[in-house]
Nanobody, 123 residues
Framework: QLQLVESGGGLVQAGDSLRLSCAAS????????MGWFRQAPGKEREFVAAISWSGSDTRYADSVKGRFTISRDNAKNTVYLEMRSLKAEDTAIYYC????????????????WGQGTQVTVSS
């Protein structure tokens, strides 16, 4: 089992920045490709960003491209999501997830999920 714990969420104003962290434990973190997803109230969970195990491949949803940056530190067993120029529509619960299939946009390809961290952006 791979345990994932997100942190760093909070209440911010539009235009602010926030960095989310996802700490992993239980298995070899550096073997896993990681993703960030989010779910807003009344909406389905959607892809935000993903990064390959080595960090060489990253992917972003169009809605966050240029504003969000995903990165990882395998020595610290942690993946990050740096969020800038936040908008009200970024308000959601943010989840990190892990899989062995690549930096996928598809939630069904992820095997392990954290419990999420709330991000609220006031306009």
């Amino acid at each position: 089992q791979l345990q994932l714990v997100e942190s760093g969420g909070g209440l911010v104003q539009a235009g602010d920045s926030l960095r989310l962290s996802c700490a992993a434990s239980g298995r070899t973190f550096s073997s896993y490709d990681m993703g960030w997803f989010r779910q807003a109230p009344g909406k389905e969970r959607e892809f935000v960003a993903a990064i390959s195990w080595s960090g060489s491949d990253t992917r972003y949803a169009d809605s966050v491209k240029g504003r969000f940056t995903i990165s990882r530190d395998n020595a610290k067993n942690t993946v990050y999501l740096e969020m800038r120029s936040l908008k009200a529509e970024d308000t959601a619960i943010y989840y990190c997830a892990a899989n062995l299939l690549g930096a996928s946009r598809n939630s069904y390809e992820y095997d392990y999920w954290g419990q999420g961290t709330q991000v609220t952006v006031s306009s």
